[in-house]
């Protein structure tokens, strides 16, 4: 093992290399920043990338001159995305983990916790990825040890033997502030009310998620499996209301692939021996979400068709997410004994100029879940549960909960798709 300065990391970097920079919880922040400054270095360079949005940091990847291979499009990303510079590859969650596991790499990047007595060092606030590459003897392994990241009592860890080479850093984890609004909290409450004491939930990233788990106060005994757990999970932890007692695997325990929100949830976490941050072949592996019964996925997204299909990841025409794992905990959740599929969004967008509830998916919009793939659609204006319904009742269904200026429109468009 040989120690390095951020600033040396790059002398490792060679034309043609292929290289994994795990993103997210695990983000190089120190070693990225150095990268950002020294275009020479990353030149001719393949990365692969596993960015997240709203907490990546802008000096991480796409570096100058180099290509980027990236299963999400973030802003930053968006001028070497329309350059061709950044390659997009749509993949769901479950399945970026095969893709890292398989893929060719010449080197790999992420960050860890400095080596406790026994020369462990652990994860951090999230497992995610990338143990998909620490079980590759054959990746060499630049680890950043940053003394700043919280270790969690039910993290994975490595031996510091595993890596080649460490640079040391001391920088603040990333953190994700919640927010919310009236729309959001009224969605929140009708999802609440479909939710039953002692269901297992999944919840997302963003207002409706985040508000949804703050109308579930008033429940008993929720069990929680997801790929993110978040400051309103610790609030309904501390509450008694997230037990995982009836959950029928994993019983009492809080299953996340990260930890992410404030320092306080990262104080928390710190000291909660109730979380076991597992990697992504189990947290969204579509098998493991069907043996927990009553399983309910909570995702949110850009826009639905009145055919159920679901796009999250482009708005008008553009590229702004990825594919994510919501499609996992969707196909899961149907799977699971008394699972259900929740998709929630806001029924407008642009200040109400735009329905979000659209008679078709528009041809540069692909389809992000399958119309199979959802059982119930909230907005502000109501449910619908299209659970074993024609084509034309589901129509009726999704157009009842879009906005009312946009109703007449959306009928006279599903008569002409009925034709």
Same mark, same amino acid.
């Given at each position: ?9 790059? !002398? ?25 400054? =020294?275009?020479?270095? @990353? ?30 499009? @973030? ?32 080197? !790999?990047?992420? =960050?860890?916790?400095?080596?406790? /007595? ?6 951090? $606030? ?9 079980? +590759? ?5 630049? !680890? ?14 490595? =031996? ?14 990333? @953190?994700?502030?919640?927010?919310? *609004? ?5 969605? /929140? ?8 004491? /002692? ?35 610790? #609030?309904? &932890? ?6 995982? *007692? ?6 009492? +325990? ?28 189990? @947290?969204?592996?579509?098998? &493991? ?11 949110? %997204?850009?826009? &639905? ?26 196909? /899961? ?29 528009? $041809?540069?919009?692909? %389809? ?6 959802? #059982? ?13 319904? #024609?084509?034309?009742? +589901? %129509?009726?269904?999704? $157009? %009842? ?5 946009? +109703? ?7 008569? =002409?798709?009925?034709?």
């Amino acid at each position: 093992m040989k120690k390095l300065a951020p600033d040396q990391v790059g !002398a490792l970097l060679r034309p043609g290399m292929k290289v994994a920079v795990l993103g997210g919880c695990n983000e190089p922040r120190g070693i990225a920043a150095a990268l950002h400054d =020294q275009p020479e270095a @990353t030149a001719g360079v393949e990365f692969t990338v596993t960015r997240i949005p709203g907490i990546a940091s802008p000096t991480l990847a796409p570096w100058a001159g180099s290509t980027v291979r990236s299963f999400f499009v @973030t802003p930053e990303m968006r001028a070497g995305f329309e350059a061709g510079s950044v390659r997009f590859v749509p993949m769901q969650y479950r399945h970026v983990w095969d893709d890292l596991a398989a893929a060719s790499f010449d080197l !790999a990047i992420a =960050q860890f916790t400095p080596p406790d /007595g026994n020369g462990d060092c652990s994860l951090g $606030i999230g497992a995610g990825f990338l143990p998909a590459l620490l079980e +590759r003897p054959e990746v060499p392994f630049v !680890a950043e040890w940053n003394s700043s990241l919280p270790r969690l009592p039910g993290a994975p860890t490595v =031996q510091s033997a595993r890596f080649d080479y460490v640079v040391e850093t001391d920088i603040e984890p990333p @953190t994700l502030a919640s927010r919310s *609004g009236p729309v959001a909290e009224r969605i /929140g409450a009708l999802v609440a009310e479909l939710i039953r004491d /002692g269901d297992c939930i999944e919840t997302g990233v963003g207002a409706i998620p985040g508000a949804v788990l703050a109308a579930l106060h008033g429940h008993r005994d929720l069990g929680f499996h997801s790929g993110l757990l978040s400051d309103g999970v610790m #609030d309904l &932890v501390e509450a008694g209301v997230v037990t995982g *007692g009836r959950k029928t695997i994993d019983e009492g +325990r809080l299953v996340a692939a990260m930890v992410l929100g404030s320092p306080r949830l990262y104080d928390w976490a710190s000291r909660c021996d109730l979380i076991d941050l597992r990697t992504v072949d189990y @947290t969204h592996d579509v098998g &493991v979400i069907a043996r927990l019964d009553n399983f309910v996925a909570l995702n949110s %997204a850009v826009e &639905v068709d009145l055919f159920g299909q679901v796009n999250s990841e482009i708005v008008r025409g553009r590229q702004i997410s990825g594919t994510g794992g919501a499609v996992d905990f969707m196909r /899961g959740a149907r799977m699971s004994a008394g699972g259900r599929s929740i998709v929630a969004l806001e029924a407008t967008a642009g200040g109400g100029r735009f329905s979000r509830i659209v008679p078709a998916l528009p $041809i540069a919009h692909a %389809a992000t879940a399958l119309r199979t793939d959802a #059982d119930i659609f909230v907005t502000e204006h109501g449910v619908a549960d299209v659970r074993g319904l #024609d084509m034309a009742e +589901r %129509a009726r269904r999704l $157009i %009842a909960i879009a906005a009312p200026r946009f +109703r007449e429109e959306l009928e006279e468009r599903a008569r =002409q798709l009925s034709r």
